[in-house]
């Protein structure tokens, strides 16, 4: 019986003269058929119901570079080794690591899953280590699919377990997991499923706000607003801006939640800015000038002809957490009802990562907190060279889990059982987006840059610290 699948670098070194495409695709086809992948689409609980789906509205958008050098390192030439969870179990030795990668092979999220596989693939082939075996299992997108993977991964005797992705599948691990004392790094960013050996991967929302508020704070700001999404990332937002605002002495005093599904926010963007009162301010001024008919009143009446409001908004800096769509209509609304961005700092969160975000004139000088993005570029880069698609920006993550087992692995002297212990390495780790680590609650931390939304480009003006503090 075939246990094992060899891609000998020769033959992969043929195929990839030939095709490298191909060699992708036929390895993503055995990869997807030993993880017992099924064609029909399935209703499944996933991003569009799980909780957490819409806090990974913050990992979501996808960062479009712009003048990336087309000189790519090809994957390297070596022997890929995939076990197949379908057939009896290979003895392994002692030596040898064996991964456990949980993700949404089939069902609704489907494209979640193969995305992150392809970039899974990727590591791997960046990684040289011919001792670490990876099981790709589809837990399809819910909670009982995920038990079923884990225990499948169970009767592999794997050492550690990368993903699942929604809060609601880690938590239906997490037990029969502790109990095996096999680690989970979920790609989740819920915190309530964190610790107990489950490690989240996912960028947390804590990190790109606080960065940014206390950079805001630092240059000036005094007095925040926030237009805020009405839903359960918004109540996480919400609670991180008030703890931040305190920490940096900002008064955090004018708030609005809108609904990111609504077509139309001008009424709430129209009183958000207090943009009647400062209109009705404006009008009486112009009757009190008129009234009076001396030269100095002409004067001022005249200074008042192309405006339409009197006196600024409450606030000197405004933060919105969105992307997209909704993040260019609320920064129009807002200069349309007259808080003007040349006055009034706009600050965001990673969903602003974005370059297109240069031809809103709105946005133009806004600031937000995110990786650098100089080696996410060359990913995306090369992702685009070998899949021909552009990555979803979740696809970092899972990237730098397997090249942060690959490392650990290589690096600790005891090759019996995955040395758990060092995922706490307080130093932390460097990856593709910046320097890492986990707290003693398993949550991440990252050092991030200061960005700046400029004509055709995203500026980093404050780069993000190299080390991180001690605690």
Not at 100 to 112: Q, T
Not at 277 to 285: D, F, K, S
Not at 329 to 353: E, H, R, S
Request: aromatic share 10%; glycine share 6%.
């Amino acid at each position: 019986m075939i246990k094992k699948l060899f891609l000998e670098s020769n033959f992969l070194f043929f195929l990839r003269k030939q095709n490298f495409s191909l060699v992708v695709a036929l390895v993503l086809l055995f990869i997807l058929t030993i993880a017992g992948c099924e064609s029909k689409i399935e209703d499944l609980i996933g991003m569009g119901t799980s909780e957490e789906s819409v806090v990974e509205e913050e990992i979501d958008a996808v960062v479009e570079s712009t003048n990336v050098e087309k000189k790519f390192s090809k994957i390297e030439e070596k022997t890929l080794l995939l076990e197949d969870p379908e057939i009896e179990k290979t003895i392994l030795k002692k030596d040898e690591l064996r991964v456990g990668l949980l993700l949404p092979l089939s069902g609704s999220d489907s494209f979640l899953g193969n995305a992150l596989l392809k970039s899974a693939q990727m590591a791997i082939f960046d990684n040289k280590n011919d001792e670490i075996y990876l099981y790709p299992l589809d837990t399809k997108g819910n909670p009982q699919g995920a038990r079923k993977a884990a225990e499948k991964a169970i009767e592999h005797d794997v050492h550690i377990i990368i993903g699942p992705v929604f809060s609601n599948s880690v938590f239906a691990i997490s037990k029969i997991m502790k109990e095996r004392n096999i680690p989970i790094i979920a790609l989740s960013t819920d915190k309530k499923v964190s610790g107990d050996g489950v490690y989240l991967m996912g960028f947390m929302p804590d990190d790109p706000i606080n960065t940014v508020v206390a950079y805001a704070a630092d240059q000036g700001c005094k007095d925040l607003g926030a237009v805020i999404p009405n839903n359960n990332y918004g109540k996480i937002v919400y609670q991180i801006l008030e703890e931040s605002s305190a920490t940096n002495n900002i008064s955090f005093i004018k708030k609005i939640f809108i609904d990111p599904q609504s077509k139309d926010f001008s009424e709430e963007i129209k009183k958000f800015s207090n943009y009647p009162l400062r209109h009705a301010a404006l009008l009486e001024r112009r009757k009190e000038l008129i009234d009076q008919e001396d030269e100095y009143s002409k004067k001022a009446l005249s200074r008042l002809e192309n405006i339409d409001t009197l006196g600024d908004p409450p606030f000197n800096c405004v933060f919105l957490p969105f992307g997209g769509r909704v993040l260019k209509t609320v920064a129009t609304l807002l200069a349309f009802y007259d808080v003007d961005p040349k006055k009034i700092k706009f600050l965001g969160t990673m969903q602003w990562a974005d370059v297109s975000l240069g031809t809103e004139p709105p946005l133009l000088g806004g600031w937000f907190a995110a990786p650098e993005l100089k080696r996410w570029s060359k990913f995306v880069s090369r992702y685009k060279d070998y899949f021909n698609e552009t990555p979803l920006r979740l696809s970092s993550i899972v990237y730098d889990s397997i090249s942060l087992i690959f490392y650990l692995y290589k690096d600790d002297s005891d090759k019996e059982s995955f040395p758990s212990s060092n995922l706490a390495n307080q130093k932390g780790f460097s990856g593709l987006d910046g320097i890492f680590r986990f707290t003693s609650e398993g949550i991440t931390e990252r050092n991030l840059a200061i960005l700046e939304v400029q004509r055709g480009n995203l500026k980093v003006i404050q780069k993000p610290d190299t080390a991180f503090n001690k605690d």
